[in-house]
């Protein structure tokens, strides 16, 4: 069984940094492409970031250049730094894994129904 546990949620002030950190189990780490989503009250989830089984790491366009998603197999955990915070980035903020069938060398993030399993999510909260 996949089991996602996140941490690393937090309250801080614009332009301020966090990192994010979901560490898995249940699974061969290398066998999943793995994503962070988020969702602000009265939206839809969105992705922020993927990597995909050989590494190459996809970004949200309202992210790049802030956030960083790295994985560290040994831990079978991954992250997520972000940086240069702004109040738009307050969310719930979970990771997940894609089903095999979408994790596919270099895919787009993608829609959330592509992913299988999820943490509990943990709330992040940038004030002006």
């Known amino acids: 069984q996949v089991r996602l546990v996140e941490s690393g949620g937090d309250s801080v002030q614009s332009v301020g940094s966090l990192r994010l950190s979901c560490v898995s189990s249940?699974?061969?780490?290398?066998?999943?492409?793995l994503g962070w989503f988020r969702q602000a009250p009265g939206k839809e989830r969105e992705g922020v970031a993927v990597?995909?089984?050989?590494?190459?790491?996809t970004y949200a366009d309202s992210v790049k250049g802030r956030f960083t998603l790295s994985r560290e197999y040994t831990k079978g955990t991954l992250y997520l730094q972000m940086n240069n915070l702004n109040p738009e980035d307050t969310a719930m903020y979970y990771c997940?894994?894609?089903?095999?069938?979408?994790?596919?060398?270099?895919?787009?993030?993608?829609?959330?129904?592509?992913?299988?399993?999820w943490g509990q999510g943990l709330q992040v909260t940038v004030s002006s």
């Open positions: 990597v995909d089984r050989a590494g190459t790491i």
């Open positions: 997940a894994t894609r089903a095999p069938f979408y994790c596919r060398s270099g895919a787009p993030i993608g829609r959330d129904f592509e992913y299988t399993n």
């Open positions: 249940g699974y061969f780490y290398g066998d999943f492409c």
